[in-house]
């Protein structure tokens, strides 16, 4: 579909389609986040960081202002409310994703649910743990833990076509380790980097053939609905800053109950346990979520949660799924119609062509008329001077980034062979700048106008270089 003449270099004069929900989001925006408009930020980084909205703040900082509140679990009037507040946004977790089966555990992020997981799940000899080519390096990490207990680990392919799936191969995969006492499968809901919504029928899939799944919900639960009703994952992790922008450093982990005896916590700390003795050197662990949150809790921050769940049920996630959808779609379709006067295309888009299955995210490279990609790192010193807020490298997902650029086996058993190429610039050097992309994801305040200027500005600064 066609939606500006970009083969010239010429000012969009009209826009021939208009973005779904177009007038709602630019009112919401106008009201909640005008600190964006003041500033002229086109802000496209959301699978970075979620924003927030202002009434956020205000109900945060007048519930701050008006209440006494002290370290929670004691049965003082100041911790009293605490407990009353924290306990308020645990249950508003609970039922903003359907999850009366689970316990939630608050972490600082995901990546601290992930380690939960990583640290307690029963990995030994007998015991596996499968991914995908494409997760999170909070993800990948986990690994670590299971190579140190001797259990083994997996990759599971990702189409270099569409970024998506080998569903044949992971099918097969899941028969093949029937002998396996513990078997640990973790994968996103949505890919940090493609966007792609990996299908969450391998969550059930994966469970009847003996799996524990492990979701890494953190790039999906901002834009996408979870219901743990339906699909019922043994562990599932995210961070809230990513769904509402604020507060930042809190996270959970939903824990299904019936899993919660088989993660093993290996030790104890201050507010896990219901008796210790120093005497006998025992301890009895807590039976609920207190087991995994580790001192005190942050309690002033944690009451944010259930005002950001509600300002985002406010809107609906259903909305803000058709929105980011369609934002998605009109960019998408936007920058691959760019094209130098040779007839090349500006950007080259990694991923899926069809708009199924996928998030508000875009990652690409720019391309020079004669084929060579721009280094993203100079796009990104661009965009910045442009006060365009977008995420460049590899976004902590080396396995997507290999599968994109082609790095081969071979090269890179010759780079790990060198211990002292360990930071960023030698890699860099090392695959020839071969390395990363450049992402886009948009989000609850992203409007049509702030697309346009980000297409205006590849536009102006890189067709026919
Ligand atoms: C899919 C995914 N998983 C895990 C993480 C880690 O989240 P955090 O840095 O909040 O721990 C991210 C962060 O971008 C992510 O996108």
Redesign the pocket.
């Known amino acids: 579909m066609s939606f500006f003449n970009f083969s010239k270099r010429q000012e969009p004069t009209e826009a021939l389609v208009q973005i779904k929900h177009e007038s709602y989001f630019n009112e919401l925006f106008n009201k909640e986040f005008s600190r964006l408009g003041k500033q002229k930020h086109v802000y496209l980084d959301y699978?970075?960081g979620g924003l927030y909205a202002t009434i956020q703040l205000r109900k945060h900082h007048e519930m701050l202002e008006s209440l006494v509140l002290g370290n929670p679990h004691s049965s003082n009037p100041s911790s009293k409310k605490s407990t009353e507040l924290v306990e308020e946004s645990r249950q508003a977790v609970l039922d903003f994703f359907n999850a009366d089966d689970y316990c939630c555990v608050f972490t600082q992020?995901?990546?601290g649910a992930l380690k939960i997981v990583g640290e307690c799940y029963p990995f030994n000899e007998d015991a596996c743990f499968s991914l995908l080519m494409d997760n999170?390096n909070?993800?990948n990490g986990i690994r670590e833990f299971a190579v140190r207990k001797n259990a083994k680990f997996y990759y599971c392919n990702i189409l270099k076509d569409n970024l998506r799936l080998d569903e044949d191969c992971l099918a097969e995969h899941f028969d093949q380790h029937d002998d396996v006492k513990n078997k640990l499968f973790a994968y996103?809901a949505q890919s940090?980097v493609s966007g792609v919504k990996h299908d969450l029928k391998w969550v059930k899939y994966a469970e009847e053939r003996g799996w524990d799944i492990l979701l890494?919900a953190?790039?999906f639960v901002p834009t996408s609905k979870l219901d743990l009703s339906q699909v019922k994952p043994s562990f599932v992790a995210m961070?809230f800053y990513?769904i509402f922008g604020y507060p930042t450093g809190l996270?959970c982990l939903l824990i299904r109950k019936d899993k919660f005896h088989k993660l093993e916590k290996p030790w104890f700390a201050g507010g896990t346990v219901s008796m210790v003795s120093n005497t006998k050197s025992k301890h009895f662990l807590a039976e609920s979520n207190e087991r995994y949150e580790d001192g005190t809790l942050n309690y002033l921050d944690i009451p944010a949660i259930k005002i950001g769940l509600d300002f985002i049920k406010g809107i609906g996630i259903e909305k803000i799924t058709e929105r980011v959808t369609e934002l998605r779609k009109y960019l998408y379709n936007a920058l691959s119609e760019i094209k130098h006067d040779n007839g090349n295309a500006v950007a080259r888009i990694y991923g899926p062509t069809d708009h199924q299955n996928i998030g508000g995210t875009i990652i690409f490279n720019v391309i020079t008329q004669g084929g060579e990609t721009i280094f993203f790192d100079e796009v990104e010193k661009e965009a910045n001077k442009e006060l365009i807020s977008l995420r460049t490298g590899c976004f902590?997902n080396p396995g997507i980034d290999e599968i994109n650029n082609e790095v081969s086996s071979a090269k890179l058993t010759d780079f790990y062979k060198d211990q002292s190429n360990v930071n960023m610039n030698d890699a860099l050097n090392f695959f020839d700048f071969q390395r990363g992309a450049i992402r886009i994801s948009v989000g609850i305040a992203t409007r049509q106008v702030d697309l346009d200027k980000f297409i205006q500005f590849i536009i102006k600064n890189y067709q026919n270089k």
């Open positions: 699978t970075g992020n995901a990546s999170h909070s993800v996103p940090n890494d953190a790039a961070s990513k996270g902590c």
